[in-house]
């Protein structure tokens, strides 16, 4: 959202489309608002698909999300809020013309954001083999006991759905801040303007806030139901 | 011809054709990396017209079929995938593209004194995602077709049906993501590549529709995209999110489908409801009445058009309570509805009208609009929508929105910028003639459907009961005329390609911003950068 005057953008001409570089930078923040308007409807149908498994299933969402791990989503939890922090600071550095210093930030956050898939990818890992992936080989057991909840199983299928979906999102954003950190080791004008570190910022802060709702979501509050 | 009005339209083409888009590039290549806007339209021009054709062919084998009582033409699995392939194509090849991507992408910037949208490569690759849609649903129709009906409604889609679902998905999935770009385009462009003294209540209507229309866009497409992912989980894996057997909801699913396929319809209609408030004080030489309101009553559409989806699902189980509340909503969707009709017909009132062809295309659209809109009226009618439902009543009203509405609007809004976009006339008389040939051709289809429908004949039966078979040739016959009525335009347009004359630069005497530059507009748009000081419609020579 930053339109102030940036060390370099008095020197790029905008775009051929633009009057002035002030309006090019403008639209392009105002794009990436629209378009993160755009991703929270996308996640709807999966947070509306919750609502009515909670209402419809309330024992068989509760004994399903005890089967998620607790201390692995929490880590990855702080792991990706670091990773914001890292990205705010990137987005600072950039504004104030430290390019280098921005480029190192991002692939610091790229490297966070790599570590989230990884725990994840061992979460994932450990609940295909408790059987906890929907279809044939669905059979949650509790104590050696096996459990059968109506609900459980649409539980499941919304955990991956839509930790897949963000984690797919993720990896995009991981790729946009490698490309912006190569991108930043030159100079400005042959190189990418600032402000598209604001702009590939306000896309993992909207990342991460998914995953600020799919946390509780998935793994507290069903904790805490009878 | 005299020789002086020869020599003077060589010098109009000559002019042209040093300065205009058209002339940017003449290779394969410079059309296909193309980011200019104008450009682009024309592409999404040339591939709506081109799935437009195919779905047009589904119809026409449709009407064939019914023609008798007997399903005598085709088995009833092959009639499923012929109304499916119908519905898809016409739905999300061509409708949902069509004024927005055709006649908005050419029009916006030039109606808002930009030299292009706020995000041209955005723009092309929105084009590309369609075009991969178009043919991922295609390679699904070649490979066996699907049988679902373009709702996909679950169980069957996910658990019965043994058609290419999946294949056709995707392929929806990439234009929906197609239209969600457009959209953010539009949206981005319209707050920030306005000419100076462009304010929001200087925008001619047909962007403030366009603009109402991204929002939609924007907003419910990707709802239907994740909806879509969910069928296709369900389908694949053969696990429970919609089927009941398997602990799902179908009624979850039809929720979801219709809180983006009901604001669809208003993606359709919005742009066309545009297009006529172009046209119509044009044509009438009186500004639009009411213009804040005609602006309001677009909003309105688009925000209260998102809270009615559960119309859809009177019958299908949904609460009674439920039902009240949509019902109530769908009725005051109607409000912002008539309030354009009444605007347009006050417009008219003590011009002094003329009846070219964009203008007949536009008055059969407000009538047509005025009747589907009517019976939408039955439809969103608790106690008689139990009769109506999933009859050939609701058939015969959505086409008179979308057919007789959009389609028909969309058809005057190419003859009226057909000098803006090509530099050439079309022939007039010809034009006229397809416009009465299509309305008339329109409502001999589908005005004996009301009837079929109330008498209780169901949608998507591919045979019938014989006492149904009178109305059944005479929506067959209407048909045959309707295509008649299409393939005229395809015909004479093309020749005014070739042989039309030149076009002035403002051969309608409008008002807008894109008349006030050369016809057809050089690559960006406008010599000098317009500067606006005054609103739309200032048309003084009507009547007081």
Not at chain 2, 34 to 59: E, M, N, P, Q, W
Request: proline share 6%; net charge positive.
């Amino acid at each position: 959202m930053n339109t102030g005057p940036a060390t370099h953008a008095a020197h790029t001409p905008p775009a051929p489309q633009f009057a002035t570089r002030a309006q090019q930078e403008f639209a392009g923040s105002f794009g990436m608002w629209v378009f993160i308007a755009s991703e929270l409807l996308f996640f709807g149908p999966l947070l509306f698909g919750y609502l009515y498994l909670r209402l419809h299933f309330p024992q068989g969402c509760a004994a399903a999300s005890r089967h998620t791990d607790f201390w692995l989503g929490t880590a990855n939890t702080a792991v990706l809020l670091t990773s914001s922090l890292l990205m705010a600071l990137a987005g600072q550095a950039a504004q104030a013309g430290l390019r280098r210093r921005a480029a190192g930030l991002l692939a610091a956050s790229a490297a966070l954001g790599l570590a989230f898939l990884a725990i994840k990818g061992w979460e994932y890992h450990a609940e295909f083999n408790e059987h906890l992936f929907p279809g044939v080989g669905f059979r949650p057991e509790a104590g050696g006991v096996a459990q059968q909840w109506p609900g459980m199983q649409l539980f499941f299928i919304l955990y991956f759905a839509m930790t897949g979906v963000h984690a797919l999102h993720l990896s995009a954003g991981i790729l946009a801040c490698l490309w912006l950190a190569l991108g930043l080791r030159r100079a400005a004008p042959a190189g990418l303007p600032d402000s598209a570190v604001e702009l590939a910022g306000l896309y993992w802060h909207f990342v991460d806030l998914v995953w600020i709702f799919l946390y509780p979501l998935l793994y507290l509050v069903g904790r805490a139901g009878g | 011809m005299t020789s002086a009005q020869r020599d003077l339209n060589l010098a109009e083409e000559g002019a042209t054709a040093a300065t205009s888009y058209l002339t940017a590039g003449h290779t394969l290549r410079s059309w296909l990396t193309t980011r200019d806007h104008k450009r682009i339209a024309l592409l999404y021009a040339v591939s709506i017209t081109l799935f437009f054709c195919l779905g047009g062919i589904a119809a026409a084998l449709i009407r064939l079929e019914l023609a008798t009582p007997q399903g005598d033409l085709v088995s009833a699995d092959t009639y499923n995938k012929l109304f499916t392939a119908h519905g898809v194509i016409m739905v999300w090849l061509f409708l949902i593209p069509s004024i927005p991507s055709v006649l908005g992408n050419f029009l916006m910037p030039l109606m808002i004194g930009a030299r292009d949208l706020a995000f041209p490569r955005l723009n092309l690759a929105s084009w590309y995602l369609y075009l991969a849609g178009g043919a991922v649903i295609l390679w699904a129709l070649l490979a066996g077709g699907v049988d679902t009906g373009w709702t996909f409604y679950t169980p069957f889609s996910t658990m019965f049906s043994n058609s290419h679902v999946v294949l056709a998905l995707a392929g929806v999935l990439l234009t929906g993501f197609s239209s969600i770009l457009t959209g953010l385009n539009f949206i981005v462009t319209v707050h920030t590549m306005r000419a100076p003294g462009m304010g929001w209540f200087r925008l001619p209507l047909f962007v403030w529709a366009n603009y109402a229309t991204a929002l939609i866009l924007v907003l419910a497409t990707p709802v239907l995209a994740m909806t879509l992912v969910l069928l296709a989980i369900e389908r694949l894996f053969q696990v429970g999110i919609f089927d009941p057997a398997l602990g799902g909801d179908p009624l979850l699913f039809q929720h979801l489908f219709w809180f983006y396929s009901h604001p669809a319809v208003y993606i359709m209609v919005l742009p066309a409801m545009g297009v006529a408030s172009e046209i119509i004080p044009c044509f009438a030489r009186r500004p639009v009445f009411g213009y804040r309101f005609m602006a309001y009553a677009i909003l309105a559409i688009a925000v209260i058009g998102f809270l009615v989806w559960g119309h859809h699902m009177f019958v299908s189980g949904q609460s009674v309570y439920a039902g009240m509340v949509f019902s109530l909503l769908s009725f005051m969707v109607a409000v912002p509805s008539a309030i354009k009709v009444f605007n347009w017909t006050a417009t008219l009132y003590k011009g002094r009208i003329t009846f070219p062809a964009p203008m007949l295309y536009t008055l059969g659209f407000v009538g047509l609009f005025t009747v589907g809109g009517l019976t939408g009226l039955f439809l969103a009618a608790l106690a008689l929508d139990v009769h109506l439902s999933d009859t050939y009543f609701v058939v015969a009203h959505f086409h008179y929105i979308m057919v007789g509405g959009s389609v028909m609007a969309y058809l005057g809004g190419i003859h009226f910028w057909w000098p803006k976009v090509t530099g050439r006339m079309y022939s007039e008389a010809w034009g006229r003639l397809a416009a009465l040939v299509i309305f008339a051709g329109f409502n001999l289809t589908f005005f004996p459907q009301y009837l079929l429908g109330y008498a209780g004949m169901p949608r998507r039966y591919h045979s019938y009961p014989e006492e149904f078979q009178l109305l059944h040739v005479l929506s067959s016959a209407g048909a045959v005329t309707l295509a008649v009525g299409y393939l005229l335009p395809l015909g004479y347009l093309a020749w005014s390609l070739r042989y039309g004359r030149p076009a002035p630069p403002n051969p309608w005497r409008a008002t807008g911003l894109e008349w006030q530059t050369t016809s057809p507009p050089p690559p960006h748009n406008f010599a000098q950068p317009p500067v606006v000081v005054r609103g739309p419609y200032a048309y003084t020579d009507g009547a007081p």
